[in-house]
């Protein structure tokens, strides 16, 4: 299986009362297709994952499904903080028509997670998932644990481990990852504010939360750098970067819903406990959108 391109990490949608809102959910899948977005990430974290309870990530992935087409890839969150768990969730992945199950650390027990205990973790999932894992490298929700290079590339020869998403922004780590993995293995960028970067030391692409409002720039941008035309990708990736900060690292959840509200007039809020974005940091969203030229950038195509 092919793991290249751009991958939105598409939000869950929720009502005034909190209950899913699926009809956004696939209008919002549906106006990314037509935008270019082939594949999609569901139920990672900026899908709220861990606010949802197991009949419900299945309906997300199931709407999702129906919007996308069976065509797309669905790269679908199925971390856990057991093992057990987390095979359960891949299977539930599997079941609802995902193509890949994308795991992320189990981290509640921190320092016990060593690299031998993560070694066996992804192998005991890899060994039982129907379905193929991109290993989900993300130290910011995952108490801090980091996947070094060594582990990634041990891991890499395990036939039903295909791939890595990083988003630790260690452009040095995923070259060492491309050098050293198996034929075939992806390495993806986990955001577009260093797709350029990561592309040049052999990423395949990016699973990039700014592909929800800027899915044109983002495919854009690696078009650029496979023509070869690395001036204008340079120019392309530093217009980027402001609002890509501030729809991940800066106001997280909450900051990438409120800037669909003002590039698709859709959105909401996230779920408790997280809080929806005040709004002295909306006028500063809405402010580093139209600086990036990205307030029309979701209109119907």
Known sequence: MEISGIYPPVPTFFDANEDLDLATQREHTARLRAHGIANFVVLGSNGE???????????????????????????????????????????????SS??????????????????????AHYLAV??????????????????????????????????NIIGLKDSSGNVAKLAEVAAGAREGFAVLAGSA???????????????????????RECLHLLDLYHQG??????????????????VTSGYGVAGLK?????????????????????????VRLRSLLAQADLLLSLRPA
């Open 229 to 246: 035309n690395l001036a204008d990708a340079r120019v392309l990736q530093a217009r980027l970067v402001p609002i890509n900060t501030a």
């Open 98 to 119: 995902a193509d890949v199950a994308l795991i992320l650390p189990p981290h509640h027990y921190r320092a016990s997670m060593t690299p031998p205990a993560l070694r």
């Open 49 to 95: 994952a861990v606010h949802l309870e197991p009949d419900e990530r299945r309906a997300v992935i199931s709407a999702i499904r129906e919007a996308a087409g069976p065509s797309a890839q669905l790269l679908v969150g199925a971390g856990a903080n057991a093992t057990r768990s987390t095979i359960a969730l891949c299977r539930l992945a599997a079941e």
């Open 126 to 159: 890899a060994d039982a998932s129907p379905i193929p894992i991109l290993l989900y490298n993300m130290p910011a929700n995952s108490a801090g644990i980091d996947l070094d290079a060594d582990t990634v590339i041990t891991l890499s020869a395990h036939p």
């Open 193 to 215: 504010g260093f797709l350029l970067p990561a592309l040049t030391v052999g990423a395949s692409g990016a699973i990039a939360a700014l592909a929800n409002i800027a899915p």
């Open 258 to 282: 409120a800037a669909l509200q003002f590039v698709a007039h859709y959105g909401g809020d996230p779920r408790r406990p997280l809080a929806p974005l005040g709004d002295d940091a909306r």
